[in-house]
């Protein structure tokens, strides 16, 4: 995968977890996750660091998937015309 196309998936899945980030604790309070019945007892800077990384992973994964099904841009690579060859 080349620089451009990588940038293409990790650009917008950035901005788009920074929106799930502002979205998610304005309504939740880090100081008050529990897991499995007890604080978490991370930091609150902790928590939305790992929060901002796991939401930013699942955009990546979602726009890799995207980009991927969409195949390659026009103009790149090559096709295969009516008869059945490769036009490149």
């Known amino acids: ?36 019945g007890d604080p978490l007892g991370w930091s609150r800077q902790a928590v939305y660091a790992a929060g901002f990384f796991a939401f930013w992973l699942a955009c990546v994964a979602a726009a890799a998937t995207s980009a991927f099904l969409a195949g390659p841009a026009p103009g790149t690579g090559s096709t295969i015309d009516e008869a059945g060859t490769r036009v490149h």
């Not at 620089?3 to 899945?13: D, E, H, K, V």
């Open 1 to 36: 995968m080349d620089a451009t196309r990588a940038l293409r998936i990790a650009w917008p899945a950035f901005l788009a977890a920074c929106g799930l980030q502002a979205l998610v604790f304005s309504v939740v309070d880090p100081l008050e996750l529990q897991w499995a």
